[in-house]
């Protein structure tokens, strides 16, 4: 994330709702696969809100659609991986 020089990064820049067809968009699968949330199980109701909390606290601040933001980290995610 960007961050200030003074400290602290951009957060909840704007109101916009998450739309939970961005994670069908991308693929619920690879979604599941790149940018799971690892204190839900894949069948508990409550597993979107990872994404949720993803999308409207720094998401909201990337400038890009939610279908942009949620492709670009997935891409991201494939070419350099995620810490093990």
Known sequence: WPQYSTGGYPADCTTEPYDVS????????????????????????????????????HGTCSGLSQDDYFQTTINLAKSFGTPQ
């Open 22 to 57: 961005s994670a069908k968009y991308v693929g619920w699968e690879t979604m599941i696969q790149y940018w799971p949330d690892v204190q839900y199980v894949v069948t508990d109701p409550e597993y979107p809100q990872f994404w949720e909390h993803e999308w409207t606290k």
